[in-house]
């Protein structure tokens, strides 16, 4: 799933970063995603703590032995800096490690 702009940065990602390997089919939203995954022509990657829907299966992804991590980031502004931001990013750090 992703908007017509981003799809050959994700396009992207996903073939090099991920190495998933044939076609990807995007659509515009998180519904058409699960329709396409219910109906077997397509997959929609999710976090772990997400549920089945009914005609759905939910498939760690692995690379070898490991699972598949990702790295997520928090950016804001240099002018809007504040505390608040900070104490955010470091409660962002303690539940995402």
């Known amino acids: 799933m992703s908007s017509p702009e981003q799809r050959a940065n994700e396009a992207t990602y996903w073939r090099d970063v991920m190495t998933v390997q ?3 089919l995007f659509v515009d939203s998180v519904e058409a995603a699960c329709m396409n995954a219910v109906a077997g022509v397509g997959w929609l990657p999710c976090d772990h703590d997400m549920e089945a829907g009914p005609g759905t299966a939910l498939v760690p992804l692995m690379r070898g032995e490991a699972p598949v991590t990702r790295k997520m980031f ?3 502004l ?3 800096d504040s505390p608040l931001q900070w104490e955010f990013s ?3 750090s303690r539940h995402f490690k």
């Open 78 to 80: 240099e002018e809007r």
């Open 90 to 92: 470091a409660m962002l």
């Open 22 to 24: 044939g076609d990807l």
């Open 74 to 76: 928090a950016f804001w």
